[in-house]
């Protein structure tokens, strides 16, 4: 399994009027938590673009739970718990303290730069994250 942890604190222009978070703002953090998960790994988005490997978006979901405020400070853990093929699935949840804010998924498709076409996921990155899940079920 992959994991990361990341804290932020929320910033004004992130709330509303009553220092609510945005729900539109649930997405950008989910993003922190996917980029530093790599990040923490050594595998920065930017040099498996370079490498010719882009992840865009094909599923979304957020669950809100409670309200996040101006000012708090928030934790974003980030996993992936299931080897990646074609895709990778991110689960998140997001917290303040004890007080869970919200918890979602998102699944990024593993596709050639080049082509903009589907692919598995290749070699190199599929030996780099093999040893935080033990043999793949392929």
Known sequence: MLYNKSEIKVRYGETDQMGVVNNAVYPSWFEIGRTELFDELGLPYSQ??????????????????????????????????????????FNYKISCGQRLIATGHSVQAFISAETRRPIRIPDWLKDALLPHFGEPEI
């Open 48 to 89: 498996m673009e370079k490498r010719g490997i882009m992840l865009p978006l094909s599923e979304l979901y957020v669950k809100y739970l409670s309200p996040a405020l101006y000012g708090e400070i928030v934790s974003i853990e980030t996993t992936v718990d299931t080897f990646p093929g074609v895709r990778i699935v």
